[in-house]
Nanobody, 117 residues
Framework: QVQLVESGGGLVQPGGSLRLSCAAS????????MGWYRQAPGKQRELVAD???????NYAVSVKGRFTISRDNTKNTVLLQMNSLNPEDTSVYYC???????????WGQGTQVTVSS
């Protein structure tokens, strides 16, 4: 059974930083584009950033320049470094694995990020 396990969420003050981590198991990690999505209460889930196995990245306009996604194909992990956080970044953040050239995808259980003073 495929597992995506997120960690690193929490409470941070505006302007602060957090780093999210997602560990994947039971998939051929290099076959998957890895991504982070988020969903705030009453809103649709939205893409934050994703990264192909070759390292090509894509960011939502709202986080470009503040967030950085990276992956380690030897450790089956994907990271999201989040800087200059603001209250609008408050959401549950989900790790996603999308099999390249396919609609097959897996989700983690989500980790809460709260930005508040």
């Amino acid at each position: 059974q495929v597992q995506l396990v997120e960690s690193g969420g929490g409470l941070v003050q505006p302007g602060g930083s957090l780093r999210l981590s997602c560990a994947a198991s039971r998939i051929i990690f290099s076959d998957y584009t890895m991504g982070w999505y988020r969903q705030a209460p009453g809103k649709q889930r939205e893409l934050v950033a994703d990264i192909t196995s070759g390292g090509r990245t894509n960011y939502a306009v709202s986080v470009k320049g503040r967030f950085t996604i990276s992956r380690d194909n030897t450790k089956n992990t994907v990271l999201l470094q989040m800087n200059s956080l603001n209250p609008e970044d408050t959401s549950v953040y989900y790790c996603n694995a999308n099999l390249q050239s396919s609609t097959l995808r897996y989700w983690g259980q989500g980790t809460q990020v709260t930005v508040s003073s």
